[in-house]
């Protein structure tokens, strides 16, 4: 371990701060990348590598939250169970969505994109015409997105083994519960900084990747990412004060 890696460890052991684990996180970013690139060499079709990189980073916050420097063990083999862990659930997470569906999905996403720079209103009349689908489908398709969105974005609780509006459960959810968390997770949302609510917006609502959202904001992937992280975290807060999480 480096002489500068070692005293931000002491640094955040003795005080956990945002700014000491950002520095961290831009230290062992590298690994959360080649990882999810050895990986991306298996995806099945519709998981993109940004997908693993993103949850990756979920992963390496678990694994600098939990790092104990005295015992002795090195950390980045401490780290990249909790990383591939992240990626492996992800996969799995996504995977549960046939084929087809998913690129479908992604060619609806695709599209409203393409008609938004366009200048134009993403609206149903738009996207049948650029996509090629029927109402009936496009309605279905956008509903799987949207379940599919809100399921991922409360990735730090999903490190803990379970998701916020968990879709993908075998045993139907009540629809008044869901409406009603759903109605909790938008309130929480709209509390939220300015600036954190463009980066889940950009990220979930608009499907950008972490690349194109460096783009927008004129800041590095690797800034992107921590953006990303705080803005989770400090919405997985605002849910606790809700008691919500």
């Not at 083994?161 to 879709?167: E, M, P, T, W």
């Not at 800041?219 to 803005?231: G, I, K």
Request: proline share 2%.
């Amino acid at each position: 371990m480096e002489a500068e890696e070692k005293e931000l460890w002491e640094q955040y052991q003795r005080n956990p701060d945002y700014q000491t684990k950002e520095k961290l996180v831009t230290i062992y970013l590298p690994l959360v990348k080649y990882l999810a690139g050895r990986m991306a060499i298996h995806l099945p079709a519709g998981i993109g590598k940004e997908d693993l990189e993103s949850c990756g980073v979920m992963g390496l916050l678990e694994a600098i939250k939990k790092f104990v420097p005295e015992r002795g063990t090195n950390f980045t083999s401490f780290a990249q169970q909790r990383i591939k862990g992240a990626m492996i659930d992800e996969i799995r997470r996504l995977s549960w969505v046939p084929r087809r569906l998913w690129q479908q999905i992604n060619m609806v996403e695709q599209a409203k994109k393409e008609i938004t720079l366009a200048g134009k209103e993403v609206n149903e009349s738009n996207l049948v015409e650029k996509t090629g689908l029927s109402q009936e489908n496009l309605k279905k398709i956008n509903g799987y997105s949207k379940q599919m969105q809100v399921t991922s974005l409360d990735q730090d609780n999903f490190l803990e083994g379970k998701n916020l509006l968990d879709f993908t459960n075998s045993e139907p959810l009540d629809v008044v519960l869901q409406n009603e968390k759903h109605q909790i997770l938008a309130q929480a949302i709209s509390s939220l900084e300015s600036r954190d609510k463009l980066i889940l917006a950009l990220y979930y609502q608009e499907r950008l990747t972490l690349k194109e959202i460096s783009l927008v904001l004129s800041v590095t992937e690797s800034r992107v990412c921590q953006l990303h992280s705080r803005a989770i975290s400090r919405l997985r807060d605002k849910l606790e004060d809700m008691s919500y999480v």
